[in-house]
């Protein structure tokens, strides 16, 4: 790499088979020439097939791994995935806004494993709401888009995506011929990003890939409409290689 080193913080969990969580955060983040720093959350139990149990981390033990990095970099990118329950993702987020303000922060709300794990359950709506206002992109699928009630947020008049903050609405588990993600960014602008489903696609920890994808090109200082659409093709190469339901992108 030239120049000045991009960094960014991943936040999320640990998976042993490196196909999803902060591992696959450092492997996509450097694919792209971004050197990702993690916090863990959880430290789980799974390979790519099978979800044996969450192993969360308590609140105390994220905060100094947090105040551990933080001491050495001001994170200006930074990306939250698996979290406990909103209290906790309430206080990461609030650590990463008091220590580095002007960070721009993506949360994607993972609501299950891949190998059919159910996260977030009992979840409050109500409690996401203040959160997911202190924050930039959200980047759910449609599972949990109506898990959080993402939907109804503009009747509820609590908050709006495409005002409070820019939301991805994640096409690749929907039916139909192509995948389709969509965009909503402040000021009601909308982008679409298209490409061919692909046949019998069932990679592990593709949620997590795309989201760093994501971060790492807006590090690079693309803007969010690129950095979705460069993270769409990634992910396109992603899920057709590797074997098994692990991809891999050297």
């Not at 930074?78 to 987020?93: D, M, N, P, Q, T």
């Not at 994808?213 to 290689?241: H, R, V, W």
Request: some cysteine.
């Amino acid at each position: 790499m030239s120049g000045t080193m991009k960094y960014a913080l991943c936040i999320g969990g640990f998976d042993g088979s490196a196909g999803a969580g902060i591992i696959a955060d450092v492997k996509a983040m450097s694919h792209f020439g971004v050197y990702a720093q993690t916090v863990c959350t959880a430290l789980t139990e799974q390979n790519e097939d099978e979800f044996v149990a969450p192993g969360w981390v308590i609140w105390e033990r994220i905060e100094a791994q947090l105040d551990t990095l933080f001491r050495k970099h001001t994170f200006k990118f930074v990306k939250i995935g698996l979290v406990e329950k909103a209290k906790i993702l309430k206080r990461i987020v609030q650590y990463v806004r008091e220590k580095s303000p002007d960070a721009f922060i993506v949360w994607d709300p993972v609501a299950s494993a891949s190998a059919g794990y159910h996260f977030m359950r009992d979840i409050e709506q109500d409690d996401f709401v203040p959160i997911m206002k202190m924050v930039n992109l959200v980047t759910p699928n449609r599972d949990e888009f109506a898990l959080l009630g993402l939907g109804l947020s503009a009747s509820r008049g609590e908050l709006v995506f495409g005002e409070d903050f820019s939301l991805l609405l994640k096409g690749g588990h929907d039916d139909g011929s192509e995948s389709v993600d969509t965009l909503w960014m402040k000021g009601g602008v909308q982008h679409k990003f298209r490409s061919p489903r692909i046949p019998g696609a069932g990679k592990h920890g593709t949620g997590c890939n795309l989201g760093s994808a994501i971060l790492a090109n807006l590090a690079l200082g693309k803007t969010l409409p690129e950095a979705c659409q460069i993270a769409k093709d990634y992910m396109d190469a992603f899920i057709q290689s590797g074997e098994g339901r692990l991809g891999f992108i050297p």
